[in-house]
């Protein structure tokens, strides 16, 4: 099994379920209060870690209680803790997370804190460590200069990057030259490639503009409908696992997570992808982020169940 370098985003979650979503000026009475570790790279980090891959997290924490919500999770899943990076005078990042009971349906406003003050010197600290790893993942989540220095980093020391285009937001064309892999849900697909995702003939068409960019293989999560994948020698819709989905926000960091931990075994794109639909149709039936993210063995019963 080969080394993954997973850099991105840590915040607390506080996370409220209620009956409806809140229009603006409108006060609605919730049903539970939650709160715990997330953030995209956060949450995409345990995700592998737990579905067995060799992890290293890479991201910035304040001096402050919040951080504390990192560590207390790292310790007790045993991930390593030597690459995270500190703030002496930015906080922890929040992310506050409105989930319909009934639709399942989120809104969430994130507030990066320390995790958008990356500089590009303490990005060049994890360099040995890229150096080992086969693959980089990473979101959009951090300031966009160390998304953008990690990333060329990465190159440069040939490791294969995958790129998880969440948040969206403008990605330059340097940045998508020569990436392994391109992730968007249906949303952020449309909105880099201005191409409405309804449909194979219109993700083929998108797949096309990625690979026009120079990306090398195109992933697009289509929710409960699972993923649409383009890979050099072959494009299909690979269905999602039928479940009964309770939560679904981050379903697309524990589909990345997975899909990185399956790669980095050794297994082909198209496993990898069946791995990662079922890593994330477990974490939708479960409430939170990186607490509903499954051990690998849960994964593989599942996986045998069906
Ligand atoms: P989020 O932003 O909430 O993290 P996303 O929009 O990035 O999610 P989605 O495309 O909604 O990601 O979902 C990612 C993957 O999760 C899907 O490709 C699928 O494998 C799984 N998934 C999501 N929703 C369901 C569901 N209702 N049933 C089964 N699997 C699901
Ligand atoms: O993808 C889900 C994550 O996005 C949440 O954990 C929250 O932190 C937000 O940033």
């Not at 345990?46 to 992890?55: L, M, P, Q, R, S």
């Not at 190159?155 to 969440?166: R, Y």
Request: hydrophobic share 45%; proline share 3%.
């Amino acid at each position: 099994m080969s080394k993954v370098t997973v850099f991105g985003s840590f915040v607390v979650d506080l996370m409220g379920r209620t009956p409806h979503l809140p229009v603006p000026g409108e006060t609605v009475k919730g049903s539970m209060f939650k709160m715990g570790p997330g953030g995209k790279g956060f949450n995409q980090g345990v995700a592998a870690h737990k579905a067995g891959a060799d992890v290293t997290m890479v991201t910035k924490l304040g001096r402050d209680t919040f951080a504390g919500v990192a560590l207390a999770a790292m310790d007790e899943l045993n991930m390593k803790k030597d690459k995270l990076l500190y703030s002496d005078d930015v906080e922890t990042g929040a992310a506050l997370i409105m989930v319909d009971e009934n639709s399942s349906q989120n809104e969430i406003v994130v507030i990066l804190g320390s995790c958008n003050t990356i500089t590009d010197e303490e990005v060049e600290s994890i360099t040995d460590e890229l150096k080992q790893s086969e693959f980089l993942l990473t979101q959009l989540e951090t300031n966009v200069s160390a998304t953008r220095k990690v990333i060329s980093l990465a190159k440069e020391l040939g490791v294969k990057v995958i790129l998880n285009t969440a948040p969206v937001q403008e990605v330059e064309d340097e940045i998508y030259d020569g990436l392994y892999m391109i992730t968007p849900n249906e949303v952020e697909a449309e909105i880099l490639t201005g191409i409405v995702i309804d449909g194979k003939e219109n993700a083929d068409k998108a797949a096309d503009w990625f690979f026009a960019k120079g990306v090398q293989n195109v992933i697009i999560t289509l929710g409960g409908r699972g993923v649409y994948v383009a890979t050099a020698e072959k494009r299909e819709i690979v269905p999602a696992y039928t479940v009964k989905a309770i939560d679904t926000t981050g379903a697309g960091d524990a589909f990345n997570g997975g899909l990185v931990a399956a790669l980095s075994e050794g297994k082909d794109i198209w496993a990898s992808v069946d791995f990662a639909n079922a890593l994330a149709a477990l974490s939708v039936q479960r409430l939170g982020t990186t607490p509903a993210m499954p051990w690998r063995e849960e994964i593989l019963r599942f996986m045998g169940e069906k």
